[in-house]
């Protein structure tokens, strides 16, 4: 998965993509094979070695995984509580720009119980981008999106990748989203790549079931 480029996963349910995302940051140990980021070898890395990999991660997880007794922006504030020595005032103000830029600033002090599923992945995703990470993995995100929604989370993460040089890996299953997001495509079945490249590589791919995949409107 190239650095400073967008990877998209795609594939039926249960094929491993989430899985991929969870032992790319470390939280799963692979029953064989080896893990890289960057130069670090995930697989083999002490405990401290591994939390300073982790730092240049961000992880927007599928079920968003909020602090249920903490403010929507006290989640947001959490990473960089953290991982650094700003004051409380930047912090907050970071915290603020981040829940802006994914529509969220109006939910600021809201806690996520009141929110709906939609906009706890917006306050997830935003978490994410706390700590402004070198590599963002992103889990759905646009699942319980709005169409309008959802093309706006997907510029917010293009222009990451253009402006700060971010490396995306999103898992999807919304078509659309894909082509808007991807540099490159990988198509995972039965816990292997079964094809990667652009859009219109998989579009042509000898293998049926990625082609009909890719001209599904939302994928299996």
Excluded: W, Y
Aim: glycine fraction near 10%; include cysteine.
């Amino acid at each position: 998965m190239p650095r400073g480029r967008a990877t998209v996963v795609l594939g039926r349910s249960g094929t491993g993509k989430s899985v991929t995302l969870r032992h790319i940051v470390g939280l799963l140990q692979p029953d064989a094979g080896r893990v890289f980021v960057d130069d670090a070898e995930v697989t083999a890395l002490s405990p401290s070695a591994l939390a300073a990999v982790r730092q240049r991660i961000g992880f927007l997880f599928q079920n968003a995984a909020l602090f249920d007794s903490i403010t929507v922006a006290e989640n947001v504030a959490f990473p960089m509580r953290r991982h650094t020595t700003l004051s409380d005032g930047e912090i907050r103000a970071r915290a603020l720009e981040k829940l802006a830029a994914v529509g969220l600033a109006r939910a600021a002090e809201s806690m996520p119980g009141s929110l709906s599923g939609g906009m706890r992945k917006r306050a997830g995703l935003a978490r994410a981008m706390a700590l402004d990470p070198a590599i963002l993995l992103v889990d759905e995100p646009s699942a319980g999106l709005d169409p309008v929604t959802s093309e706006e989370i997907d510029d917010l993460l293009v222009g990451l990748k253009h402006e700060r040089g971010t490396t995306l890996v999103v898992v999807t299953h919304n078509i659309p989203s894909a082509r808007r997001i991807a540099d490159t495509m990988l198509f995972l079945h039965e816990g292997r790549v079964l094809a990667s490249g652009t859009a219109e590589d998989l579009e042509r791919c000898e293998h049926e079931l990625v082609r009909k995949f890719m001209q599904s409107e939302a994928g299996g």
